[in-house]
């Protein structure tokens, strides 16, 4: 077979698995108004506008793992009125556990059927880089110990776009 046959062999191929992977209007994700975050957008997160707050009250609803003192950073405050954060907004709560979480404002109708419009992590530090990213941690891994993930308690919190910080209500900036 020639070079050109064969390149043309594999740019066919690519095409083809470029439409079986799906674009955004196969999956309902709106990419022209989204934000993809990566490590280097978490790394100086200890420098942003923090909050700390005590965690969960311990009513006996909360797995023993989510409980406990942390410090939420937000990269951005929304303007005074806002009614929801905006598209690119990172919110990380470093608890004093030691475990990292964070949660992006990805837009694009991303987790259209949980927290939509965000985006769940898990980070380390030094360096500053993520576990996990997606709807929720991997099969077998857990958000904070709770067996049932991210969206399941964050769903709960819609009302103030999904984040169920008292610190970081939506009323009060």
Same mark, same amino acid.
């Given at each position: 077979?020639? =070079?050109?046959?064969?390149?043309?062999?594999?740019?066919?191929?690519?095409?083809?698995?470029?439409?079986?992977?799906?674009?955004?209007?196969?999956? !309902?994700?709106?990419?022209?108004?989204?934000?993809?975050?990566?490590?280097?957008?978490?790394?100086?997160?200890? +420098?942003?506008?923090?909050?700390?707050? #005590?965690? *969960?009250?311990?009513?006996?609803?909360?797995?023993?793992?989510?409980?406990?003192?942390? +410090?939420?950073? %937000?990269?951005? %405050?929304? *303007?005074?009125?806002?009614?929801?954060?905006?598209?690119?907004?990172?919110?990380?709560?470093?608890? #004093? !556990?030691?475990?990292?979480?964070? $949660?992006? =404002?990805?837009?694009?109708?991303?987790?259209?059927?949980? +927290?939509?419009?965000?985006?769940?992590?898990? &980070?380390?530090?030094?360096?500053?880089?993520?576990?996990?990213?997606?709807?929720?941690?991997?099969?077998? #891994? +857990?958000?904070?110990? #709770? *067996? !049932?993930?991210?969206? $399941?308690?964050?769903?709960?919190?819609?009302? !103030?776009?999904?984040?169920?910080?008292? =610190? &970081?209500?939506?009323?009060?900036?």
């Amino acid at each position: 077979m020639s =070079k050109a046959l064969v390149f043309v062999a594999l740019a066919v191929a690519l095409v083809v698995a470029l439409a079986a992977c799906g674009g955004a209007s196969s999956s !309902n994700v709106d990419a022209s108004n989204s934000f993809l975050a990566f490590n280097p957008a978490f790394a100086p997160f200890r +420098t942003w506008t923090s909050f700390h707050s #005590d965690g *969960p009250v311990d009513d006996g609803t909360q797995p023993a793992i989510v409980l406990g003192p942390r +410090t939420q950073y %937000i990269n951005k %405050i929304p *303007p005074a009125g806002s009614t929801e954060f905006s598209i690119g907004t990172i919110i990380v709560e470093a608890r #004093d !556990n030691g475990k990292i979480f964070a $949660m992006v =404002k990805r837009g694009g109708n991303f987790n259209a059927a949980g +927290t939509i419009n965000w985006e769940n992590f898990e &980070l380390t530090e030094n360096p500053v880089q993520y576990v996990w990213r997606g709807l929720g941690p991997p099969l077998g #891994d +857990t958000y904070g110990g #709770d *067996p !049932n993930g991210c969206n $399941m308690c964050h769903v709960q919190c819609v009302a !103030n776009d999904y984040i169920c910080s008292p =610190k &970081l209500q939506l009323t009060g900036f």
